[in-house]
C-alpha cells in the first residue's frame, strides 16, 4: 500500500499569517495516464470532510483562492496564504491513483 | 448538485453485518465513475473501506476485503455497504462520496452488544 506522511501532525497558526502542510508518498503518485492523483481535503469540526484541492493544484469551486496546492512525484504541500478562523480544522492529503486509496494521517491546523 | 445520505442502523451487534445505503440525489448515479465508502473511528483518521465503478465493479481495502462488499443499485439511484462479523474495532462514522467532491454527512455506527 502507499503510505501518505503528513507533517506537521499539529500546525497552531497566528490569524493572517501563512501555513504550509507537507504530504510524502511512499510511491510516485503519477499515474499511467500522465495524471497525478493527489487531493486535499478539509474537516472542519463536526462536519464530513470537503475536498480542497484536486490533481495536486486544482482547487475545488467555491474553495477560497487563498488555498494553494503544488508538488509533484512523492512531495505535495497546501499552503494557506492567510489563514483565517474559518480554516480551523484536520487537513488530509489523499492519494487515487494506487489502490487501496490511502489518506495521510491528518494536520491538525488551530489557532494560536 | 449531487448530494448523498447515508442510512443504515446505528447499532450493530458484534459478529452481526453493518447494512449502509447511501442514496443519490440531485443526479444520476450512472453520472459518475466511481462511488466510494470511507470510514473514521472516533477522534482518528479516515480510512478507505472500498469503490464501486458505475459498471458496478468494486474495490475493496485489503484490510477488510473478507468481509466486505459494496453493490450498486442503479434503478433505485444507491449504492450499499455490507460488512460481515464486525466487531468493536469496526465502530466509526461512515461516509459515502462519490471520490471525491461530493460527501455525505456521515452516519454513526456502534458495534456493542
Known amino acids: 500500500d502507499v503510505v501518505m506522511t503528513q507533517s506537521p501532525l499539529s500546525l497552531p497558526v497566528t490569524l493572517g499569517q501563512p501555513a504550509s502542510i507537507s504530504c510524502r508518498s511512499s510511491?510516485?503518485?503519477?499515474?499511467?495516464?500522465?495524471?497525478?492523483?493527489l487531493n486535499w481535503l478539509q474537516q472542519r469540526p463536526g462536519q464530513s470532510p470537503r475536498r480542497l484541492i484536486y490533481?495536486?493544484?486544482n482547487r475545488d469551486s467555491g474553495v477560497p483562492d487563498r488555498f494553494s496546492g503544488s508538488g509533484s512525484g512523492t512531495d505535495f504541500t497546501l499552503k494557506i496564504s492567510r489563514v483565517e478562523a474559518e480554516d480551523v480544522g484536520v487537513y488530509y492529503c489523499?492519494?487515487?491513483?494506487?489502490?487501496?486509496?490511502?489518506f495521510g494521517q491528518g494536520t491538525k491546523v488551530e489557532i494560536k | 448538485q449531487v448530494q448523498l445520505q447515508e442510512s443504515g442502523p446505528g447499532l450493530v451487534k458484534p459478529s452481526g453485518t453493518l447494512s449502509l445505503t447511501c442514496a443519490v440525489s440531485?443526479?444520476?448515479?450512472?453520472?459518475?465513475?466511481?462511488w466510494s465508502w470511507v470510514r473514521q473511528p472516533p477522534g482518528k483518521g479516515l480510512e478507505w473501506i472500498g469503490e464501486?465503478?458505475?459498471?458496478?465493479?468494486?474495490k475493496y481495502n485489503a484490510s477488510l476485503k473478507s468481509r466486505v462488499t459494496i453493490s450498486i443499485d442503479k434503478s433505485r439511484n444507491q449504492f450499499s455497504l455490507n460488512l460481515t462479523s464486525v466487531a468493536a474495532a469496526d465502530t466509526a462514522v461512515y461516509y459515502c462520496?462519490?471520490?471525491?467532491?461530493?460527501w455525505g454527512k456521515g452516519t454513526t455506527v456502534t458495534v456493542s452488544s
Open positions: 462520496a462519490n471520490t471525491w467532491d461530493v
Open positions: 440531485g443526479g444520476s448515479i450512472s453520472s459518475y465513475n466511481y
Open positions: 510511491q510516485s503518485l503519477v499515474n499511467s495516464d500522465g495524471n497525478t492523483y
Open positions: 490533481q495536486v493544484s
Open positions: 489523499l492519494q487515487g491513483t494506487h489502490w487501496p486509496k490511502t
Open positions: 464501486i465503478s458505475r459498471s458496478g465493479s468494486a
